[in-house]
């Protein structure tokens, strides 16, 4: 009789088992359907109800996940893909999807680590070699992000923006014939923003500013991105329609207050406009942005000049030249020895 009675236990115990685990996967397919409708907030609840009958569901994690960052709560995804792969360690997709999260966020060695950790499972995914060339792009590990944008568009030959991307990091290498080829390969018919205003940064370094302007011109009416305001305000600077390219400028800082090449632009305008101390107050700030911010060290030292302060002109010009900028080489010569 107490045999039976313990049989019975294990039994009901055992169904139980079998009825929650069914429960959680309708959960978790429910929460599936909501995330492709782009409900995020109810694949949320669906997911969180299915983790509450098994906290050791990682698919769960994983997607909840996914669910968060498309509502902008990075940090909860973060924390749930954290916990997808403390469950399953081998959770390779939860890996990918973290390290995308990452390189989105700029964390990008921490991208490049969730990436090394998987590459084995990912060596036929272009999108893996892109994200990973993304990522080798935001530190300036400009070989290595060609490296992996060339793997990546051998994988998948049709995608343009692996293309866009490379061509990029030639243009960052100051190799603007292969950039100019690699854009040629795509035709303006397939409206991709990103081309028509890094064509116009080529044309902006061959002094070309009225055909530069044409090409910026069609990236903004395409994607009103503050990077193409602020680089059309550079153009018009340089054409000496300083209000036009003071009100781009700004425009673009609203929306980024962030960008050194913002702070550089308005930089030159006051410069420009002979307002040294406001030229000098900007130009540092770039400067603070990224150490690298190119023609910021330049302006700096004409600004510093131009207050009579020969010292730190000289400093910034021969910080110009060091960087590889051969706009101070002459007046550094004549104005520092």
Known sequence: MKQYFALGIVLFFLACT????????????????ALEENDNKQ?????????????????????RAIAYEREGDYQEALHDYDKATQVNPDFKEAYFNRAKLWNDLGNYKNALTDLDLIVEGYTDSANFYFIKGLSNTGLKYYEEAITNFEKANALNPENTEILINLATIYYYQKQFDKSEIILSKISEAENYPD?????????IKQGEFDEALENVNKAIRLNSNPYYYNNRGYIFLMQGELDKGIRDIDHSMRVDDKNPWAFRNKGIYYFLNKDYDHAIEMLQNSLMLDPSTEHSNFYLGLSYQ?????????????KSIESGEDLATDIYREYCH
């Open 18 to 33: 079998k009825s929650a685990d069914v429960k959680r996967q309708q959960l978790f397919l429910k929460g599936n359907i």
């Open 43 to 63: 694949a949320i609840y669906y997911y969180t109800q299915s983790i509450e009958l098994s906290d050791t569901f990682a698919a769960a994690f994983n997607n």
């Open 195 to 203: 081309a028509f205003n890094l064509r116009s940064l080529i044309l």
């Open 306 to 318: 131009q207050l009579g302060n020969k010292e730190k002109a000289c400093t910034n010009f021969q």
